[in-house]
C-alpha cells in the first residue's frame, strides 16, 4: 500500500484518517459507517491534516477497534488489519468491507443504537427511510408497486421538478408521514426514484 498516495487523496467516502482512538462510540459510529456504504478504511496514527503521527501503542488500538467492533456494532464487524511502516512509525490500518447483512447499528453515547451512512468524509446519522431502504434490500425482499394516483402524482412531479422532500411529498397530497416514507422505500427499491442525502437534507429524484 503506497501510504502516501492515499494520504493525498484526502478523506472520502471510502477513508478516514485517526490520530489516535479516544472512544469506542465514536470508532463504531465511523465502523458502522463504512459497512452500511460503500466499505472504507481507517488510517490509525494519521492526523486531519493528512500528518503521519504513528501509533503510540498497536495492540491498545487494535484492542479499542476490535471491542469496539464486537461491542458497540450490530451485527458485529470484522476489521481487518494491516502495520503500515513509516520512516520509524507505524500507521494502523483497519478495512471495513461493505456489509451484505445491512443496516448495522452503532451504541452512541446516549446508550442507544443508530444507523449512520457514509457521506463523502462524514458519518450521517441515517433516516428512517434509508434505514428501511438498506433493510429491504439486505433482506432481498420482493417489493410489489402499485401505481395508484399517490405514486403517479409524485413521479409527475418529479418530471417537471428536480427533486422533491418528505415533508414536501406529505403536504402536497395531504398523506400521513408514513405512508409517505412506504411509497417513497418502494420506488427507491424498485429503481423508479434516487434518495439523496446530504449532512443536512434528504431528498428524491427521479432515477
Request: with cysteine.
Amino acid at each position: 500500500m503506497n501510504l502516501k498516495r492515499l494520504i493525498l487523496e484526502g478523506e472520502s467516502t471510502t477513508l478516514d484518517f485517526k490520530k489516535t482512538i479516544t472512544s469506542f462510540e465514536k470508532i463504531a459510529k465511523t465502523m458502522v459507517s463504512f459497512a452500511n456504504t460503500k466499505g472504507g478504511k481507517l488510517l490509525i496514527g494519521v492526523a486531519d491534516d493528512g500528518t503521519i503521527k504513528g501509533v503510540k501503542s498497536e495492540d491498545e488500538e487494535r484492542y479499542m477497534i476490535t471491542q469496539a467492533a464486537t461491542l458497540y456494532c450490530r451485527p458485529q464487524l470484522e476489521p481487518i488489519f494491516e502495520e503500515i511502516f513509516w520512516d520509524d512509525k507505524i500507521v494502523l490500518s483497519v478495512q471495513i468491507k461493505e456489509s451484505d447483512i445491512k443496516p448495522h447499528y452503532a451504541l452512541g453515547e446516549d446508550n442507544k443504537w443508530w444507523v449512520y451512512i457514509r457521506i463523502k468524509d462524514h458519518s450521517v446519522l441515517a433516516s428512517k427511510i434509508v434505514v428501511d431502504v438498506l433493510s429491504k434490500e439486505s433482506s432481498g425482499e420482493n417489493v410489489l408497486i402499485e401505481y395508484s394516483s399517490k405514486e403517479k402524482a409524485l413521479l409527475e412531479y418529479l418530471a417537471c421538478n428536480d427533486r422533491i422532500t418528505l415533508p414536501e411529498y406529505t403536504k402536497m397530497l395531504n398523506i400521513s408521514k408514513r405512508t409517505a416514507s412506504r411509497i417513497l422505500v418502494n420506488l427507491v427499491l424498485s429503481g423508479v426514484i434516487r434518495v439523496h442525502t446530504t449532512e443536512k437534507l434528504e431528498f428524491y429524484t427521479a432515477s
